[in-house]
């Protein structure tokens, strides 16, 4: 269990914690709050390799539980203002990594 600033790899930008757990055959599981401050459609982009699942809310997100190539996952979701929970399962199995989670306002 680790605080970290952010989900732009799988260990969040910890060097030490990379050390640790290698580059393959590991997963990961992240719960985040974010306070929204505009109610709408925002959308949810997943950069992974290999599976992974996103729900903001309990609510499905963004899901590609498979093993694959680095792979943008897209959806649109309908936020409220106020807080929200995210929840984010990874797991990566050989060669290449990515991970690459975004929360943006629709235009």
Same mark, same amino acid.
């Given at each position: ?5 952010n ?5 969040? $930008?910890? !060097?030490?914690?990379?050390?640790? *757990?290698?580059? #393959?055959?590991?997963?990961?599981? =992240?719960?985040?709050? +974010? ?22 809310? $309990?609510? !499905?997100?963004?899901?590609?539980? *498979?093993?694959? #190539?680095?792979?943008?996952?897209? =959806?649109?979701v309908? +936020?409220t ?23 943006? !306002?629709?235009k």
């Amino acid at each position: 269990t680790k605080t970290v600033p952010n989900f732009v790899d799988p260990w969040a $930008g910890d !060097k030490e914690l990379r050390a640790k *757990t290698t580059t #393959a055959h590991f997963g990961v599981l =992240a719960t985040t709050h +974010l306070a929204v401050e505009e109610a709408g459609t925002y959308r949810l982009s997943v950069l992974s390799d290999d599976g992974v699942r996103v729900t903001i809310d $309990g609510r !499905k997100g963004v899901e590609n539980w *498979t093993w694959h #190539a680095p792979t943008r996952d897209e =959806a649109q979701v309908e +936020l409220t203002k106020g807080p929200h929970t995210l929840e984010l399962e990874y797991f990566q199995i050989d060669g290449a990594y990515a991970l690459l989670v975004e929360l943006e !306002k629709a235009k």
